[in-house]
C-alpha cells in the first residue's frame, strides 16, 4: 500500500511539472496564442447502476479546483491539458438484496435452500483524488495572435471533449445494513422454517464496515458554454460540463451476496456488496474558468 501511494505521489509530481513546463512554452501555431488558466468547479454526482435495479439511489456533491494549459493549434481548435484536486461525497441506499444458495444440510442433516434478505443496505463513498484532464478544444472566437493583436470579438462558444484520469489519493467507504432475515425452505416436507435463532434463521441486526478501495479511475469528459473576453490577454470561460465514469474502482471489492454464510450473522463482515453487474460515476455541474493568453 505504501509503495502505491509513493507511486501515485511521484506521478503527481512529474504531472504537475509536465503541465507548468507546457505553459511556459512560446511555440506556436500559425501565430496562435496559448493559453494558462486556473479553475473551479462543483457540481451533482450519483451512480447509474446497470441493470437498473429496483429500490436503489444514489446522490452526492463533487467538486474541484485546479490548473490547465491549453496550446491552439489553429485559430479555433486547441489541445487541453491540466491537474486539480477533485472530491466526490456520493451515498447510496438499496432498500433490499436477495439471497439464495441451494442444497444445505441442517444439523438434523436435512436438505435445505437459504433465502436471505438484506434490507436497508447502503453505501457511503469519500473519494479525494488528483485529477489529470486531456481534452481537445473547440471555439469560436479566435485566439489572440502571439504579437497582441486581438480579433475584436468580445465573446464565443467553446466545447471540450477528452479523458480526465482520476488518481484516487483517498477513495473510502463506510457500508451498512439494518436487518438480515434467513428463512429455509426444505424441499423434501414443502415447508417453511424461519424462527430458529440459534440455527441462523430469523431476524438479526445489521452489521457496519468500512475500508479503502480503488486506485485509479477513467472518465469520459465534456465541457461546454460561454468564453468571455476580458482583456487582449485575459478571459473567462463559464460552463456546464458532464463526467461519466468508465470504470468502477471498487469492481474488485465488491462481494458477491452468495460468498457469506448468512447462518452465522455474528460473523457477518460482508464489507461492498454486489447488487448491479456495472457501476458507473456520473457528474453534472458548472465549471469556471479563468485564462491567460501568451
Known amino acids: 500500500m505504501k509503495n502505491v501511494k509513493r507511486k501515485i505521489g ?3 509530481t512529474k504531472l504537475i511539472v509536465i503541465v507548468f513546463v507546457m505553459s511556459s512554452l512560446q511555440v506556436t501555431a500559425a501565430g496562435n496564442s496559448n493559453e494558462f488558466a486556473i479553475h473551479g468547479g462543483g457540481g451533482y454526482s450519483f451512480f447509474l447502476f446497470r441493470p437498473s435495479v429496483t429500490g436503489a439511489s444514489s446522490s452526492g456533491a463533487s467538486g474541484d479546483l485546479g490548473v490547465g494549459f491549453t ?6 481548435v486547441g489541445l487541453h491539458v491540466g491537474v486539480g484536486l477533485g472530491i466526490y461525497s456520493i451515498n447510496v441506499k438499496v432498500d433490499s438484496i436477495k439471497a439464495f444458495t441451494s442444497n ?3 444439523i438434523q442433516n436435512l436438505n435445505f435452500d437459504l433465502y436471505s434478505t438484506l434490507s436497508g443496505y447502503s453505501e457511503a463513498h469519500q473519494t ?3 485529477s489529470v484532464p486531456l481534452m481537445l478544444q473547440y471555439q469560436t472566437m479566435p485566439s489572440q495572435s502571439s504579437w497582441g493583436r486581438s480579433s475584436g470579438s468580445q465573446q464565443g462558444f467553446y466545447a471540450m471533449g477528452g479523458l480526465k484520469l482520476n488518481i484516487l489519493l483517498s477513495n473510502s467507504y463506510e457500508s451498512s445494513i439494518k436487518t438480515l432475515r434467513n428463512e429455509a425452505y426444505y424441499p423434501d416436507f414443502n415447508n417453511w422454517a424461519g424462527t430458529q435463532n440459534f440455527a441462523g434463521l ?6 457496519k464496515a468500512k475500508g479503502n478501495v480503488g486506485y ?4 469520459l469528459a465534456l465541457e461546454a458554454g460561454m468564453k ?3 482583456s487582449n490577454e485575459m478571459f473567462i470561460y463559464t460552463g456546464a460540463y458532464f463526467d461519466y465514469g468508465l470504470n468502477d474502482p471498487a469492481k474488485n471489492s465488491r462481494n458477491e451476496t452468495n460468498e457469506y454464510n448468512y447462518l452465522e450473522p455474528q460473523n457477518l463482515d460482508f464489507g461492498l456488496l454486489k ?3 456495472k457501476t458507473n460515476l456520473m457528474t453534472i455541474g458548472l465549471k469556471v474558468r479563468l485564462a491567460f493568453a501568451r
Do not use: E, H, S, T
Open 128 to 130: 479525494f483524488c488528483l
Open 228 to 230: 468571455w473576453r476580458i
Open 71 to 76: 496550446g491552439f493549434v489553429a485559430p479555433y
Open 202 to 207: 430469523g431476524n438479526f441486526k445489521g452489521r
Open 10 to 12: 511521484k506521478l503527481a
Open 216 to 219: 485509479v479511475q477513467a472518465m
Open 275 to 277: 447488487f448491479a453487474d
Open 104 to 106: 444445505l444440510i441442517d
